[in-house]
């Protein structure tokens, strides 16, 4: 099984741009698709962004033209680029695998236990 380890979130004010890191372990991370999640306060948590395996990606509409996913396989690493950042963005972000057909509306996290996530915040 895969475990996954977000880092890199912050404060950061309107405007600005952030890099948020998910550290994998496991020999199967270069054939899994992955996805970045958020989960606003108080809101249910989202998909925003996922990346196959091949490197074709996927982008929420709330997010597309700000937020790049990437990753690098043999980091076993994904990172998610956030510019042009809003006050909306804040939340918790978390990684996990996704499977399904490759659209936002109908990948599906693969595992039902999350990280601790990584907060960033957006001041206005």
């Known amino acids: 099984q895969v475990q996954l380890v977000e880092s890199g979130g912050g404060l950061v004010q309107s405007g600005g741009s952030l890099r948020v890191s998910c550290a994998a372990s496991?020999?199967?991370?270069?054939?899994?698709?992955l996805g970045w999640y958020r989960q606003p306060p108080g809101k249910q948590r989202e998909l925003v962004a996922a990346?196959?395996?091949?490197?074709?990606?996927v982008y929420a509409d709330s997010v597309k033209g700000r937020f790049t996913i990437s990753r690098d396989n043999a980091k076993s690493t994904v990172y998610l680029q956030m510019n042009s950042l809003k006050p909306e963005d804040t939340a918790v972000y978390y990684c996990?695998?996704?499977?399904?057909?490759?659209?936002?509306?109908?990948?599906?996290?693969?595992?039902?236990?999350w990280g601790q996530g990584t907060q960033v915040t957006v001041s206005s």
């Open positions: 996990n695998v996704v499977s399904g057909p490759f659209t936002i509306a109908t990948l599906r996290a693969d595992f039902g236990s």
């Open positions: 496991g020999s199967t991370f270069s054939i899994n698709a």
């Open positions: 990346i196959a395996s091949g490197g074709s990606t």
